[in-house]
C-alpha cells in the first residue's frame, strides 16, 4: 500500500473518533449544567472544561469575552478556525477520505461526506438553535453509522487496520485527556450533600465514555473511583478501556507488519509492553503512584506510538 494512502486512512480514523468524542462531551457537559450545583467546585463549567481537554483553552477568541456555555458550544462544534472543532474534524477526515476513496469503498465516503455537508450546511445549524444535545446526538449516530459500514463492509487487510489504528490510539489519547482532566476534583475527599454531588460526577465521567451501562453490568458495585477507575483502565473487555485500545492497535500493529514474533516497528513495542503492563497492574497500584502522574505517563507513551508509527509508515 502507498504510504499516502496509509497515512489517509489513520489519520481518517483518527479525525472521526475525535468527531464523536467532542460530540459526546459537550452532550454531557450540556446534561451536568442543568444541575446547577454540580458544576459548583470545578474550576470551569462542565461545557468549558472541554476546552482544557481538546487543549484548545488559548484558542477561544478573547473578543467573545468570557467562555459562555453557548459560545464555548458553538467554539467547538463549527468554528473553522478552530482545528479541535467537530467541523474541522470531520472536514479533515473527509479529505483523508477522498485520499482513499478507492480503498473504503462507496459507502463509507458517501457517509463522511454527508457528514461533512450536514455540519457545514444551515440545517445542522438550525438543529443546534433548537436543540444543541439533538445536533450532538445526530453527529455520534453518524460517526458510529459510519463505524459500522467500516465494520461489516471492509476485509480485514491492511486498509482496515490502518483505520482501527487510527481510531483506537485517537480513543487511548482522548480518555487519558478525559481522565487528566475530570480526576483532581473527582478524587477529592468529600462527605455529606457533597458526597452525593460526587457520586453524580462519576456517573457522568462514565456516561461521557459510553461506560454507564457496561459498568453496571460488569461490576455490579456502587459507583466507586477504584471500581470506575478499573473499569475505564484497566477492564479488558469494555471497547473504549485504556487496555483494550492499546490491546487493540497492538493486534493492528501485527497485521501490518505481518505479525512476526519480533517486533515489526518501534510502535509496536512500546504498545506491547504498555499492554503487558496493563494486563498486570491493580488499580491501587495507580494510586500508589499517583492517579495524576501515570495518566501524564500514559499521554506521553500515546504521543511516541504516534511518533513511531508516523516515522516507520508515513515518512517514507
Known amino acids: 500500500m502507498l504510504s499516502r494512502v496509509a497515512e489517509s486512512l489513520y489519520w481518517m480514523g483518527r479525525y472521526t473518533e475525535r468527531a464523536e468524542n467532542v460530540a459526546r462531551l459537550l452532550d454531557i457537559g450540556l446534561f451536568i449544567e442543568l444541575d446547577a450545583e454540580l458544576g459548583a467546585g470545578e474550576g470551569f463549567s462542565p461545557v468549558e472544561i472541554a476546552l482544557t481537554i481538546l487543549a484548545c483553552r488559548d484558542a477561544f477568541p478573547m473578543d467573545l469575552g468570557a467562555p459562555s456555555r453557548d459560545a464555548v458550544l458553538r467554539f467547538l462544534t463549527f468554528d473553522r478556525s478552530n482545528a479541535q472543532s467537530i467541523l474541522s474534524m470531520i472536514a479533515r477526515a473527509r479529505e483523508n477520505a477522498r485520499g482513499a476513496q478507492e480503498a473504503i469503498g462507496v459507502d463509507v465516503w458517501s457517509e463522511v461526506n454527508r457528514l461533512y455537508l450536514f455540519l457545514g450546511g444551515t440545517r445542522a445549524q438550525k438543529r443546534f438553535v433548537r436543540s444543541p444535545s439533538g445536533l450532538f446526538t445526530s453527529i455520534k449516530n453518524s460517526c458510529l453509522l459510519l463505524d459500522g459500514m467500516i465494520q461489516n463492509t471492509l476485509p480485514r487487510d491492511e486498509v482496515y487496520h490502518f483505520l482501527e489504528l487510527g481510531r483506537h490510539l485517537e480513543r487511548l489519547d482522548v480518555l487519558c485527556r478525559i481522565l487528566r482532566a475530570k480526576c483532581p476534583i473527582l478524587t477529592q475527599a468529600v462527605d455529606g450533600a457533597e458526597a452525593a454531588m460526587q457520586l453524580v460526577r462519576w456517573t457522568s465521567l462514565l456516561r461521557s465514555c459510553s461506560a454507564h451501562g457496561p459498568f453496571l453490568r460488569s461490576e455490579r458495585e456502587r459507583i466507586e473511583p477504584e471500581g ?23 493486534a493492528s ?21 504498555l499492554e503487558s503492563d496493563l494486563r498486570y497492574l491493580d488499580v491501587a497500584e495507580i494510586f500508589d503512584r499517583g492517579l495524576l502522574r501515570f495518566l501524564d505517563s500514559l499521554q506521553v507513551t500515546c504521543h511516541r506510538v504516534g511518533d513511531e508509527i508516523q516515522r516507520s509508515f508515513f515518512l517514507i
Not at 229 to 245: A, N
Open 228 to 250: 470506575v477507575l478499573r473499569f475505564l483502565v484497566l477492564d479488558s473487555e469494555f471497547p473504549r478501556s485504556i487496555r483494550y485500545s492499546a490491546a487493540r492497535c497492538q
Open 253 to 273: 500493529l501485527q497485521e501490518i507488519t505481518g505479525g512476526d514474533e519480533d517486533y515489526g516497528c518501534e510502535a509496536e513495542r512500546i504498545l506491547g509492553r
